[in-house]
């Protein structure tokens, strides 16, 4: 019984990212450089990509994804960005599968494309989607044991973002303790600490963002 499960499992997998790595080279072939938001409910996700958005030179589209409800997308739509709304009904994560008929839909060449995932730091992180990087949000009133607790999570993020920077005053968060936990596991990925109600550190983030995407690009026409 057990080694059905695991196989079951694999094949999951398998195929979720054999379409994940047909969808990132569509997109690329596009010019469409995709980040995959992840973090829990309640972090920012949303507001964080209104101030990201506002701060790139090119187009930007966003794929938003919840269990139900299209709160988010009606609030982008007003502030005339793009956007398309996808729910799952009940799954924690979205797939390969429903992202690939998606982005058959999104009317943008050469631009970004971000996908917020389904507010959770556990499944999102397990699944690849078509991406070109996972940034990951976490903030200050979350607490600092987040990467002790949901490691895989920070292991996978390609960049990792500290929101609500200026609640840091008003809250018990040991920034050191915080950033040890995400080294022990991810050496690589950077960090900015933002505020995506004042704006703090988004000229930052967007010109990491942008040096990736054109990383991307390059590599793609060589």
């Known amino acids: 019984m057990e080694h059905t499960e695991v196989t079951?499992?694999?094949?999951?997998?398998?195929?979720?990212?054999?379409?994940?790595l047909e969808t990132n080279q569509a997109l690329s072939e596009r010019g469409i450089f995709t980040v995959n938001i992840m973090g829990a409910p309640g972090v920012g996700k949303t507001t964080f990509l209104v101030r990201l958005i506002q701060l790139?030179?090119?187009?930007?589209?966003?794929?938003?994804?919840?269990?139900e409800s299209d709160i988010d997308t009606k609030k982008l739509l007003d502030l005339?960005?793009?956007?398309?709304?996808?729910?799952?009904?009940?799954?924690?994560?979205?797939?390969?599968?429903?992202?690939?008929?998606?982005?058959?839909?999104?009317?943008?060449e050469n631009g970004y494309l971000f996908i917020e995932n389904i507010g959770n730091l556990v499944c999102?992180?397990?699944?690849?989607?078509?991406?070109h990087i996972k940034l990951l949000i976490s903030t200050v009133t979350e607490g600092s044991d987040k990467p002790y607790k949901y490691p895989l999570a920070f292991e996978k993020a390609d960049v990792i973002i500290i929101n609500k920077a200026d609640l840091s005053a008003y809250v018990d968060f040991d920034e050191a303790y915080f950033i040890k936990g995400i080294q022990a596991l991810n050496k690589n990925a950077p960090i900015f600490k933002v505020s995506a109600k004042t704006g703090e550190g988004f000229g930052e983030v967007a010109a990491w963002i942008t040096e990736q995407a054109k990383q991307i690009n390059s590599s793609i026409k060589k």
């Open 8 to 20: 079951v499992m694999e094949d999951i997998f398998e195929r979720n990212d054999k379409i994940a």
């Open 56 to 67: 790139l030179a090119k187009p930007a589209f966003v794929i938003e994804g919840d269990i």
């Open 80 to 108: 005339g960005i793009a956007a398309l709304q996808l729910n799952t009904g009940g799954a924690c994560h979205l797939e390969s599968t429903i992202i690939a008929d998606a982005v058959k839909t999104v009317s943008l």
């Open 124 to 131: 999102p992180a397990e699944f690849i989607i078509g991406e």
